[in-house]
């Protein structure tokens, strides 16, 4: 039995200790926002929050994010409204084919949380492990600098 808190839910799963995170959160949980990509923790396709930090929950064994407070893409709305992120990634225009952007989004809210203002080295380096095949980059970056003039 593995017990996991995800978007401030306790969810008491019966599954091995070594099941990947992704896997519990789309298969047990059902939250399938997290994308599968590489399976190798490359591409970031699969980042989650834990502690705030992201992750990649490809690589990450349940047993390693017991006891940690997890947030997936779905828990970035409060009440049905999107967070900053999540607001300026529409308005910007960032996704062309969307497949990474629930990565890039939790990655950039990460960024947010520890670093308000960030520079563009701040912004490249907190990015630099989440892929983007359709090459949105510089939406990207508009977008995290958006949201960091945004107030909420």
């Given amino acids: 039995m593995v017990t996991l808190k995800v978007n401030g839910e306790q ?3 019966d599954i091995e200790a070594e099941m990947p995170l992704l896997w519990a959160l789309r298969t047990e949980i059902g939250l399938t926002g997290t994308k599968y990509g590489c399976g190798i923790a490359q591409c970031g396709a699969c980042t989650v929050l834990m502690d705030g930090r992201p992750v990649r929950s490809c690589s990450l064994p349940v047993s390693g994010a017991q006891g940690h407070e997890i947030t997936t893409i779905e828990g970035l709305s409060k009440d049905g409204n999107l967070n900053k992120v999540q607001q300026a990634w529409i308005a910007e225009d960032v ?8 990565g890039q989004i939790m990655s950039a809210t990460a960024l947010l949380n520890r670093t308000p203002n960030p ?3 701040d912004i490249d380096a907190a990015m ?3 892929i983007c095949r359709c090459g949105t980059y510089v939406r990207i970056r508009r977008a995290i600098r958006r949201a960091a003039a945004t107030k909420a």
């Fill in 11 to 13: 969810h008491d799963l």
């Fill in 95 to 102: 996704p062309q084919c969307g497949y990474c952007q629930s």
């Fill in 119 to 121: 520079d563009d080295s």
């Fill in 128 to 130: 630099a492990g989440n």
